[in-house]
């Protein structure tokens, strides 16, 4: 827990199409908030920052490259789905969990501020983690969105 920010806001155009968050890229709270010594367990975990994945997702190994995960835009979600699997990525909708089910609350919550579509992207940990990965998919999420 050494970040120096549990927030970062990034300036840019708030008038664009796109508004993009990165949930839990690391497990401080932002004051005044602090983990109860019952929870300090969780920071080293999935469940407080996304840190990498082993073998698995809660104990199973996930082919799934890329889930797009989504609440009420299911075209949208199926077009970037549809667009993902053309660029070679094994993805699917609404995995490894469902934005139905209350998943997607931060993106859900900054689109509807903004009057914008909320999708979000789960990509597997051990993969985004690559940089040859990490930049296709940046580049295919670009062809997507330009």
């Known amino acids: 827990m050494r970040s120096a920010n549990a927030v970062t806001t990034i300036n840019g155009d708030f008038d664009g199409r796109i508004v993009l968050t990165c949930e839990h890229a690391g497990s401080e709270l932002p004051k005044p908030w602090t983990w ?5 367990w969780l920071v080293p975990t999935h469940w ?5 994945a082993d073998a698995n997702y809660e104990g199973n190994s996930r082919a799934l490259e890329v889930g797009v995960l989504f609440d009420r835009d299911d075209e949208l979600a199926h077009d970037l789905v549809t ?3 053309r660029a ?3 993805a699917a909708p609404n995995e490894p969990y469902s934005g139905k089910e209350g998943l997607a609350y931060s993106p859900v919550l900054h689109a509807d501020e903004f009057g914008r579509h909320a999708l979000e992207i789960e990509a597997r ?9 990490a930049a296709r998919l940046a580049g295919a999420l670009q062809g997507f969105f330009s």
């Open 88 to 90: 070679g990525f094994i």
């Open 125 to 133: 940990q051990d993969l985004i983690r690559d940089e040859a990965f």
């Open 36 to 40: 109860p010594d019952e929870d300090l």
């Open 83 to 85: 667009h993902l699997q």
């Open 48 to 52: 407080a920052c996304d840190i990498g």
